[in-house]
T-cell receptor
Framework: AQTVTQSQPEMSVQEAETVTLSCTYDTSESNYYLFWYKQPPSRQMILVIR??????QNATENRFSVNFQKAAKSFSLKISDSQLGDTAMYFCAFMTGYGGSQGNLIFGKGTKLSVKP | DTEVTQTPKHLVMGMTNKKSLKCEQHMGHRAMYWYKQKAKKPPELMFVYSYEKLSINESVPSRFSPECPNSSLLNLHLHALQPEDSALYLC???????????????FGPGTRLTVL
């Protein structure tokens, strides 16, 4: 069974600085997808970034980038130039790449990030 | 446009009430999901619909009854709930379960449910 581990329950960062959130996962599969979602106090779960396991290139979306280390089963999220609006709970999630997944996202427990002015 | 809408935003109900949660998307997605999220926890999958047919029921009690009347709408009917069912209920949609390579879930804002 796949598992996702986020070892940092809470983190804080000063505005404009860079922060990295950690995520590790366990799977025996070779084809899968990884996601970072953020959930601000407003509750809406927002997709931050998606990474395909077969792609060696790390995904980036503006200030957000990942460090995907497939052999180490590590998928960390780097937020550059942190903004107050980045304050949120961040969830790492795994989805198998095989048809039988039925869309089942496996979430980590989350990291609560606070951006301080 | 990656918008999933949910109504109502908040709902308070007694244990004998019957109520419904509604979810809507107009992205042409053919998979829709219900999740339950307790405070400070990740979402837990409840149901998955694919092409308007129930694909997954994660052993959810029968007091929760999902319905997918068409490809854009997903309802969750609630009856005889317990106080421990109080939670945030999230709806999500994705393009197509059969096309895993492009299947990303987009979430709605959720309904905050309180059972008294």
């Amino acid at each position: 069974a796949q598992t996702v581990t986020q070892s940092q329950p809470e983190m804080s960062v000063q505005e404009a600085e860079t922060v990295t959130l950690s995520c590790t996962y366990d799977t025996s599969e070779s084809n899968y997808y990884l996601f970072w979602y953020k959930q601000p106090p407003s509750r809406q779960m927002i997709l931050v970034i998606r990474q395909e396991a077969y792609k060696q290139q790390n995904a980036t979306e503006n200030r957000f980038s990942v460090n995907f280390q497939k052999a180490a089963k590590s998928f960390s999220l780097k937020i550059s130039d942190s903004q107050l609006g980045d304050t949120a709970m961040y969830f790492c999630a795994f989805m198998t790449g095989y048809g039988g997944s039925q869309g089942n996202l496996i979430f980590g427990k989350g990291t609560k990030l606070s951006v301080k002015p | 446009d990656t918008e999933v809408t949910q109504t109502p935003k908040h709902l308070v109900m007694g244990m004998t009430n019957k109520k419904s949660l509604k979810c809507e998307q107009h992205m042409g997605h053919r998979a829709m999901y219900w999740y339950k999220q307790k405070a400070k926890k990740p979402p837990e999958l409840m149901f998955v619909y694919s092409y308007e047919k129930l694909s997954i029921n994660e052993s959810v009690p029968s007091r929760f009854s999902p319905e997918c009347p068409n490809s854009s709408l997903l309802n969750l009917h609630l009856h005889a709930l317990q106080p421990e069912d109080s939670a945030l209920y999230l709806c999500a949609s994705s393009q197509d379960l059969k096309r895993v390579s492009t299947d990303t879930q987009y979430f709605g804002p959720g309904t905050r449910l309180t059972v008294l």
